[in-house]
């Protein structure tokens, strides 16, 4: 068509939005950036798994000598006290090669993290420094083949023996092995092992220890059997390994013990009284894993959304009822598979840096360790599930180009695809969530005080309810009217739950059972949470005119997916239902010109994407 | 738990259902499962892409030999005359390796179907015993880079000249350069190119050539140019290639001339007078290679679903609220997740075999050529999609274990994800089905006589219109209920689609720009048209109280996915639209105990299945 005027990036416009997703952390994301894009990430493509380890061992020891590796250790030890700052270098490097981000992600997060804050100024003397420019490579040996979602039942053993001063780390069974530990299997010569400390025969619950496993040549140690976990969908330049111990001694010094130490003599001492609130003092260190996992996530989404738009502006399709130079972004199916998706790529990185945020704050004392416990874990499923669809949607919108290698879906998808499963399942997430949401002392809860638990709550819900229920003509536009409905129903669903639930205990079902019957039930409340708190932030933020229009298809489209549930509870009536269709159409056909906009708003460079299809139109 | 029983094979029930996907190729499908059982599969693991392409044509033959090649093919020519025979041999290999699949399907189907169906006697005598055997391996030249999805548009050029006797083949630009073309890249030494034919200045529409591309060793002859498409996300056993031609002669005996022939002299005759009709006849051909990929993806659906029920029911979940050595199988999530999913699986088989059937029938002179196209269409986008989302959830409810190659996640998918994109895209394919169901002559619809069109389809829903309306209290549980409510929105679907366009046209928009603008409406107007005759087909052979659970199942999950539609055309209330969701609970549970025998029931040999965690249980 001779008068068709192609759609261009508005510079201006992409500024605000990189603007916008860079945050707070914009200087250290463009630092990085740079840094990512001198990488010849290249040199890894075709590359077989041992020498594609290897290299990304030499990237990771590179970035974290830049700077990367230490930034959340104090600044003694080399590092910049800046646990924000890393979450959103994190983030980054999920746009480039996503072996690295794990590597990176193990060595310095996990491993560095355990070191750092369940250790002492002893253990952060011998190791942090060492540990950021990788001349220490590391594991985080917590998850086990039995045990891979319940940290508190792990099996693994460390019995103290006063006489000699040291921990014995056991492998009493095959249900303790450590699995899936990365860096285990060919780089790591320390494992912070987690196992059962017994000290004189009293189980004094899960800790942390430090046990070398493989000398400075790379010899394995005595003791340490380990086992290469083998060829993987993906991520094959990680060293994915298993670990059993054979009575390994390793001297009192190396428990990690901010939380709980043993005296020479072995005397059990800790600071956090419960064993429960120990317990869960510890674990915290996941949560930096799941925040930084939904992050990564959010960029991995990104490249391929990115791909498929700049594709979809190039490529026309033919014969399909439009003229024949038609550009695929032109169809309302191309429209409603990424728009949508790209919208909630925008509102979901609102959440993730209100998370970071509440997580920093956290570590500086602030309050509210559950919360941000709860919001990780939603968030970290929430956008995990969104990079599996919006990856798949995208390599399906690039057709047979988006099936070859060179154009990265096989990557961008086999190497996420493990995010909905590790660092904590989504399933079991999201039911984590809900056990959060049906109390802010969930500790109550799990020690079965269920009916203390409901009726707290249900009283607690009792004024949103009725604020939701008293606003009910369907305003599509009005982003209140959103922003309401988006609340009733998480309201709704989480009082709904936890009626089923005290009902079911009030007729004799164990409380845990009674969740467990409700399982789809507690899912739904947990994402209809996560889903209202991240539009919320959102909303907030969303002051340009673009970024109203992501907020509106954002919202809407969110609804449009699960609009049965506002229409069985009265909420939106049919007619709402259909006008919602019609105008999530509207909406995509508004935004339409802003595609490559959108996408360029994500700030992704062309070295970091290396998607032919994709070189910036 | 000390009382737990554990749930085992119900082998007389399992035996019933093998029995009905098995159907009227019972014998065959067991003789092919054994055959490929003895295969060495395991020695395509980790094997570089050339060795395992050598290493699937290796394979190729040898099934070639031992009567897959010919199946279809006369008697004559070492076949069994047996196009139905072929389309459930094909299916049964989707259980095996993928990338033998498509060279299978390429060879024997594509390549060999296309000398078939498109040529005459001298071909068939001068090459189908050969390709059977794959003493001649070729290729089927169809796509091309710029007409993926329109074969009406191809470029690539065969003129004939009426001085040499001969038809020479151009590729005139880039866009005409033939794309993804499996075979091309290594083994083929003929290709079946479509071309615009051109007869003295005459162009006579897309015609099918015999084009030698390769000597017998191997040499790429001159004139022809070759290139790799490169690695891909999977299928790496298969050779696809990118082909140009530079003024390739041929001899006038190699146009294949059933439908459509020219004389020495440069004289164009044809049997089908219309050229619109010569056009589909000719690519009826494609029609088998749909059928038999919805097939072949039902089969990796399959594959993924039994290894997700086993390792499901042996993995114990533990901390998530129900006792510790509960099997993942007994979580409501994970019913949800995998059994409407099986049972989807088992109806679709109905539709398949009905297809199959139908397709059967026309070959041997038959009626209804286009509603096959269009069920192959539908089926394939459907059946596909499943496979996606059924591979996708299989492998998250794998966990870790199912993120390991040797649990065979990876290749199913990698292998697999291309069905939804390749031999037509799905989107485009659902948008021929919206075109068949608006009207039994779709060629009047592209003729532009929109208003003809949406009358005769208004009036002939009205019909069935009436009786939907009329029947609106739900009763879940009666298989009248769900099969009425499939069909109501299929009736409505259509009609309002109609009206849509009417209204559109009416306004003076061109008919198909208005078809675009209804695109979401075309394609939920076709899957509900496909969903409803699979469910239809499904129901008439349900006949033993299992496969009635699985109608119900898979009835009410199809229609509570899709409830908010019902919910908006007064179908069902509020009230009935929760009673939908716990019925779907309760027929998950009510089905759990026989989640093992669903699996057996697909019949899959652990040589085939090979993966270490679903070793039979």
Redesign the interface.
């Known amino acids: 068509m001779a008068d068709r005027v192609g759609y261009t990036v508005d510079v201006e416009a992409a500024g605000q939005l990189q603007c916008f997703l860079d945050g707070r952390h914009a200087a250290l994301r463009r630092e990085t950036r740079a840094r990512l894009s001198a990488l010849p990430l290249d040199k890894a493509d ?1 590359l077989g798994r041992d020498d594609y380890r290897d290299l990304v061992l030499e990237w990771t020891k590179g970035l974290g000598l830049a700077g990367d590796g230490a930034r959340s250790f104090p600044v003694a030890y080399g590092g910049q006290d800046d646990p924000g700052g890393r979450i959103a270098t994190f983030q980054t490097v999920g746009h480039s090669d996503l072996s690295l981000l794990v590597k990176m992600g193990v060595q310095f997060g996990l491993f560095g993290g355990a070191i750092h804050r369940l250790g002492t100024r002893k253990h952060h003397d011998a190791y942090l420094r060492d540990i950021g420019t990788l001349e220490l490579p590391g594991c985080f040996a917590m998850s086990e083949i ?5 940290v ?2 792990l099996r693994t053993q460390a019995r103290y023996d006063a006489e000699a001063g040291e921990f014995v780390l056991h492998t009493p069974d095959e249900t303790a092995r450590k ?2 530990i990365g860096g285990a299997a060919l780089h790591a010569r320390v494992a912070v092992v987690f196992a059962q400390l017994d000290v004189a025969g009293q189980a004094q619950g899960v800790h942390a220890f430090v046990v070398p496993i493989r000398s400075a040549d790379g010899e394995v140690l005595d003791g340490v059997e380990i086992e290469d ?6 991520l094959q330049g990680v060293d994915n390994g298993r670990l059993r111990f054979h009575a390994v001694r390793v001297p009192r010094d190396n428990l990690l013990d901010r939380f709980g130490s043993v005296s020479a003599e072995g005397v059990y001492t800790s600071p956090v009284a419960s064993p429960g609130a120990r317990f869960f003092t510890m674990i915290g260190a996941l949560v930096e894993g799941r925040i930084c996992i939904a992050g990564a996530g959010l960029a991995v989404a990104r490249n391929a959304l990115t791909i498929a738009v700049r594709w979809g502006e190039r490529r ?7 003229e ?1 130079d038609t550009p695929l972004m032109d ?3 191309h429209q ?1 598979r990424l728009l949508p998706a790209i919208c909630e790529s925008y509102v979901l990185q609102a959440a993730h840096d209100h998370l970071t945020d509440s997580y920093v704050a956290l570590l500086d004392g602030g309050e509210g360790q559950r919360d941000v416990e709860a919001l990780a874990a939603g968030l970290k499923a929430v956008a995990t599930w969104h990079t ?1 669809q919006a990856v ?1 949607q995208a ?2 919108c690039c ?2 180009k ?5 154009n990265r ?2 990557s961008l ?2 190497d996420s ?2 995010f ?3 660092e904590g ?4 997430l999201m ?1 984590l969530v809900a056990k959060t949401l049906l109390s802010d002392y969930a500790a109550q809860f799990e020690d079965l005080d269920a009916f203390g638990m409901v009726r707290s709550l249900t009283s607690r819900q009792a004024g949103r309810l009725l604020g939701g229920l008293s606003r009910r003509a369907a305003d599509l536009d009005d982003p209140v009217w959103q922003a309401e409905a988006l609340a009733f129903r998480e309201d709704r669903l989480v009082d709904s739950l936890a009626r089923r639930l005290r009902t079911l205990v009030k007729d004799g079902t164990d409380p ?2 009674a ?3 409700c ?2 039930h507690a ?1 739904a409340a947990a994402r209809a949470h996560v889903e209202r708190h991240a539009h919320e932030l959102f909303r907030e933020r969303a002051t340009s005119p673009l970024l109203q229009q992501v907020r509106d298809l954002g919202a809407l489209s969110t609804i449009e997916r699960d ?2 549930w506002w ?4 909420y939106l009536s ?1 007619d709402d ?2 006008a919602l ?1 019609k105008k999530v ?1 509207v909406l995509c056909a508004d935004l339409r010109p802003q595609a490559l906009t959108l996408v360029a708003g994500f700030g992704i460079p062309d070295a970091l994407l290396r998607a032919p299809i994709a070189t910036a139109v």
Chains 1, 2 share one sequence.
């Not at 026309?316 to 439009?322: C, I, V």
């Not at 988006?402 to 060179?406: I, K, P, V």
């Open positions: 075709g039995g045990h891979g979602s319940d508190r039942s699995d899936w976990c083998g060829d993987k969908m993906g026309q399709q033919f014969g399909t009822g439009l024949a169809y309302l199916t409603r599996v798949q390599r399906e057709g047979g988006g099936y070859l290698t060179e879906f096989a998808r086999g695809d493990v909905v499963t590790f399942d989504n399933t079991v039911q845990l059972r969740l467990a019957l399982q789809d899912l609009r049965a229409l069985e509870h009265g049919a239902s259909r269709q159409n």
